[in-house]
């Protein structure tokens, strides 16, 4: 069977291919009458426009970049490309995603995107940028969509978890179960990461207003072989034994809970431990944890970019969504006792 060509369409409606062309992708100086005649002639010759021309012809290339400062495989990127998929697959559009890890990472991603000029928007996530990268990212010229980052100048919208306010919310329910010594478990990085500076200072603010005793800030990273065991052990050493842990995500939370584990602690009778994050892996495990809807984020993210790229501006430039607290396991009444008592 032969393929049906602009050509035939053009032919069997009477008009030019150029007409045609512009007819199917919607674009103007086409009339309405004349539009529907050649969207129905295409229909009845079985006729597609090709995706690779119309993009040649309009400039578009139907892509979407991504720019990840967190590991692919981690929940949140996971759940926030998920998020992005649901809504740009339906409209066309495919996903392009670089990852800037670590300075080397970075330094390449950040030299190499002014010039690559294929994708019509940019989505980044989980960045603090430098002066210097915010500059660079101002001259790709495509609408940028900022997600868990910080301000970013070049950005034409932003949407962010309330850090500050979800710290603040976990730390007043253990306060509310009678805890009065805590510790904070937060992530070790030599990056600026997005949400580690605001939750610590958030932690800090509520020790004080709420007249709580801080028992020490520990970092760790739970992909560095003995970090969280050498945090959780130094934290069970001090001379104030903490009864709850705040920790800076799940990943976190849950390295710290099998580190509790091992040394003997029962939880929630002995110590009390609450995460940040809401991923799957908490929920099933009964983690206490503060939830971010990071798919639905990613859903909002995608429809900004479109609404950009149609020239439409932004319902909300700057949305802030407050993060919720999901009751575990890992949370109860504070030891009655001066210190922790350990399992026999």
Not at 65 to 72: D, F, G, T
Not at 164 to 185: D, K, N, P, V
Not at 217 to 239: H, R
Not at 323 to 332: D, F, V, Y
């Amino acid at each position: 069977m032969t393929k049906v060509t602009i050509k035939d369409v053009a032919r069997e409606s009477g008009v030019s291919t150029y007409t045609v062309s512009r007819a199917l992708r919607g674009l103007d100086h086409v009339s309405e009458a004349t539009r529907a005649h050649v969207i129905a002639t295409a229909h009845k010759l079985n006729y597609t426009i090709s995706r690779s021309a119309s993009d040649l012809a309009t400039g578009s290339t139907h892509r979407i970049a991504v720019l990840m400062r967190e590991k692919i495989s981690g929940w949140f990127a996971g759940e926030l490309l998920d998020g992005l998929y649901d809504v740009l697959e339906a409209e066309g559009y495919n996903l392009l995603i670089y990852r800037a890890g670590d300075l080397q990472e970075r330094s390449s991603v950040f030299s190499t995107l002014p010039s690559d000029h294929n994708a019509d928007a940019l989505i980044v996530t989980g960045f603090s940028p430098s002066q210097h990268e915010q500059e660079m990212l101002k001259r790709l010229g495509i609408p940028i969509v900022a997600v868990n980052s910080s301000d970013i100048d070049s950005a034409d919208c932003s949407l962010a978890i309330d850090d500050i306010q979800g710290e603040t919310m976990a730390i007043r329910y253990l306060a509310s179960l009678g805890h009065r010594r805590f510790c904070y478990l937060g992530r070790l990085d030599p990056l600026p990461t997005w949400g580690r500076e605001l939750r610590l200072e958030a932690y800090q603010q509520a020790m004080k207003e709420l007249n709580l005793h801080d028992c020490g800030i520990f970092q760790a990273d739970p992909n560095l072989q003995g970090s969280v065991a050498t945090a959780i052990a130094s934290m069970l050493a001090s001379p104030v034994v903490p009864t709850a842990i705040c920790a800076w995500a799940d990943s976190h939370a849950l390295a710290a809970l099998s580190e509790l584990r091992r040394n003997g602690l029962r939880l929630p009778d002995n110590i009390s431990l609450i995460g940040f994050d809401g991923s799957t892996v908490a929920r099933n495990l009964g983690l206490t944890t503060m939830s971010q809807p990071a798919r639905d984020m990613g859903r909002k993210a995608a429809r900004a970019a479109l609404d950009l790229l149609n020239g439409e501006p932004p319902t909300e430039r700057k949305l802030v969504i407050p993060a919720q607290l999901t009751p575990g396991t890992t949370t109860g009444p504070a030891p009655t006792s001066k210190s922790i008592s350990y399992a026999n």
